[in-house]
């Protein structure tokens, strides 16, 4: 029995001790890596995108959620071209900025698909979360598209929904 508790309280430290996880993550995403500088600004066309992301959503009641977990996707749908995004903000429920997933201009690859994940356990979005994106493209080139899928998983269950973005301007 000693030895049992023994191992019990050598685990329990040691993960106790280990970094508290990010809630929202971005892997295999470094934006670091992404940074570009913009071409001429006079060539290019600019536009925001608003994307609706649930943290949570209402069960039963107004007094029970469920957490979820949100992968947003921001995707180049051009063959030839690339893309790029100038910023990437996340406002919770009531329109107050959470955070700000980049500082500097990143781009798109042709056909890429860049994802951001708000992990299950963040709740700081609650049930009307949204991000605002700002993108800018060459003449003539398709914009980036918008998109999240949410799931939670319990037991046996699952629930997933997905949403578009919105082009603002």
């Known amino acids: 029995m000693?030895?049992?508790?023994?191992i019990s309280l050598i685990a329990f430290v040691f993960w106790s001790c280990q970094d508290q996880k990010?809630?929202?993550?971005v892997d295999p995403v470094n934006w670091g890596k992404r940074t570009i500088r913009l071409p001429e600004a006079d060539s290019l066309v600019t536009g925001s995108t608003y994307l609706s992301v649930y943290?949570?959503?209402?069960s039963q009641t107004e007094h029970l959620t469920h957490d979820l977990t949100a992968t947003v996707s921001m995707r180049n749908m051009?063959?030839?071209?690339?893309?790029?995004?100038?910023?990437?903000?996340y406002f919770d429920t009531h329109g107050n900025l959470i955070?700000?997933?980049f500082k500097n201009?990143?781009?798109?690859?042709?056909?890429?698909?860049?994802e951001?994940?708000?992990?299950?356990?963040?709740?700081?979005?609650?049930?009307?979360?949204?991000?605002?994106f700002d993108w800018a493209t060459a003449a003539g080139v398709t914009e980036p598209h918008f998109e999240a899928v949410m799931i939670s998983t319990s037991g046996q269950q699952g629930l997933s929904f997905a949403t578009t973005g919105q082009r603002l301007k």
Request: glycine share 6%; charged share 20%; net charge negative.
């Open 116 to 132: 951001i994940v708000i992990d299950e356990h963040d709740r700081e979005g609650g049930t009307g979360a949204n991000f605002l």
């Open 78 to 89: 051009n063959r030839v071209d690339t893309v790029y995004l100038t910023s990437a903000e």
């Open 2 to 6: 000693k030895y049992i508790f023994s």
């Open 22 to 25: 990010e809630y929202s993550s």
């Open 99 to 101: 955070r700000t997933y």
């Open 105 to 114: 201009v990143i781009f798109i690859a042709p056909m890429e698909t860049i």
């Open 55 to 58: 943290s949570q959503i209402y």
